[in-house]
């Protein structure tokens, strides 16, 4: 049973009885999650008092906490509802702009000043050892951080994954939290797994992506060049071209191989609709096995789109190959 609490001035009231549809979305490009839901409002005095209103905190709730957002829009129409928008506590990161010079300061350092500057609480960050030095004038905060966990990718090849929990900012692996999730049809009978309910598939594989040469580039000379000879040979040439600074010549031969395990391979789009589960996020993991378009394996979730409506939920995923 989905509940919508809104809380303001430390009062929190239950308006689950007056929300009509749910909808809640990541996607892995993004920091935090989007919540949307409507209510009804009527000007007949008996009608009950709606509460919420532009910067309340909503909090939603199913058997645990989902998320907790901030409401930042509110649109009334000739239909007799309000739509909210609403953010997570990310939505500081993404809309604000800042200054920061790092000098020789450890990744994980360099996010947890930022943090702890914008007053955002910090869940757990796993070490992140890429050490900045670098200047950042007006740039977005949460561009930032991606820009930190970019470069020690580069040279680490770690992705990360980041997400809001109970109102705090956790950055961790990307491969450690894989989705096992399952659905009841009533209470009386055992739990499927949400992947045996798979509807409307589809898959994209395609080559225009793919990179199967690396050349690194330092004051306009090659110091690296690595090609992978069979996929040229099968698919021809396609070559990426980066540089790099004196600093960084030493790690250059790493940044080709991560970058050339990154980009050398075929890359697929694919989507699927399921039973909703509250534990499918943006950048979380999932196996899927379909035959119709023949996935089979471990997928990202690239993105995902929730949806309850009396008392029904879907999901909407993207999903992307590791």
Sequence with gaps: MYQVLNISNNIQIDITPLVGSINWR????????????????????YFPVNPVDLGNLIILKNEEEILRAIVVSEQR????????????????LNKSKAVYQFNKVRGKKAIETILNDFKVSIGNIVP???????IYNNWVVSDIIKN??????????????????????????????????TFRLSENIQPYD????????????????????????????????????KLIEKYGLLQEVISAEKKDIAQAKNMAKNKLDELAK??????????????????RTI???????????KYLIKDVNHTVKNGIHKMQLGLGVI
């Design 26 to 45: 990541s996607n892995i490009n993004e920091l935090g999650q989007q919540l949307t839901f409507d209510i009804a409002f009527n000007d007949d005095r």
């Design 77 to 92: 129409n000739g239909r007799g509802r309000i739509e909210y928008s609403c953010f997570d506590y990310a939505f500081y």
């Design 128 to 134: 992140i050892p890429i050490i900045t030095n670098k």
């Design 148 to 181: 930190i966990l970019g470069m020690d990718k580069d040279i680490t090849k770690t992705q990360y994954r980041m997400e809001m929990r109970q109102g705090k900012l956790y950055i961790e692996n990307q491969e450690e939290l894989m989705i096992k999730g």
């Design 194 to 229: 949400i992947t045996s309910a798979i509807s409307s598939p589809s898959r994209k594989r395609s080559i225009e992506e793919m990179k199967n040469s690396i050349q690194i580039v330092s004051d306009d000379h090659v110091v690296v060049n690595l090609p992978k000879d």
């Design 266 to 283: 075929i890359f697929e789009e694919n989507s699927i609709e399921m039973i909703g589960n509250d534990q499918v996020r943006a950048g």
């Design 287 to 297: 196996e899927i096995k379909e035959p119709v378009t023949g996935m089979n394996g």
